[in-house]
Nanobody, 124 residues
Framework: QVQLVESGGGLLQAGGSLTLSCSVSGRSFSGYQMGWFRQAPGEERSFVAGISPSATSTDYSDSVKGRCTISRDNNKNTVSLQLTSLAPADTAIYYC?????????????????WGQGTRVTVSS
C-alpha cells in the first residue's frame, strides 16, 4: 500500500512563501511521476506542478510559473513544493499525487495515489 502524507500547510501572509512536503511510503518512489495539485473552495482540483522520476523534467501551471519550485529526494522518498509571492488566490487544499506510469502529466486521472491534502490559507 502506497501512502502519501503532506505537511507544511497553514495560515500565511500575502507576499510570503511556503514549503510543502510529501512523504511517500513504499519502495517504488524513485519510479513515480510526482505531482502537486490544489483545490480552492468551490473549484475543481487543479494541477500545480509535476516532476519526473529522476527530476530531469518539471512542469508548472501558468498560475505558479516563475514563483514555484518542485523538487524531490529519491533517497528520502519525499517531494517538496516551494511557492513564493503568495496571494489569497493561492488559498487551497494542496494534494500530493504519484503516478506509476507515463511522463509528467497535468491530468489528475493519470495519478494513482493521493495524499489527504494539507490546507493553505493566505491572508491579505
Amino acid at each position: 500500500q502506497v501512502q502519501l502524507v503532506e505537511s507544511g500547510g497553514g495560515l500565511l501572509q500575502a507576499g510570503g512563501s511556503l514549503t510543502l512536503s510529501c512523504s511517500v511510503s513504499g519502495r517504488s518512489f524513485s519510479g513515480y511521476q510526482m505531482g502537486w495539485f490544489r483545490q480552492a473552495p468551490g473549484e475543481e482540483r487543479s494541477f500545480v506542478a509535476g516532476i519526473s522520476p529522476s527530476a530531469t523534467s518539471t512542469d508548472y501551471s501558468d498560475s505558479v510559473k516563475g514563483r514555484c519550485t518542485i523538487s524531490r529526494d529519491n533517497n528520502k522518498n519525499t517531494v517538496s513544493l516551494q511557492l513564493t509571492s503568495l496571494a489569497p488566490a493561492d488559498t487551497a487544499i494542496y494534494y500530493c499525487a504519484a503516478a506509476r506510469f507515463g511522463p509528467v502529466t497535468r491530468n489528475p486521472q493519470e495519478y494513482d495515489y493521493w495524499g489527504q491534502g494539507t490546507r493553505v490559507t493566505v491572508s491579505s
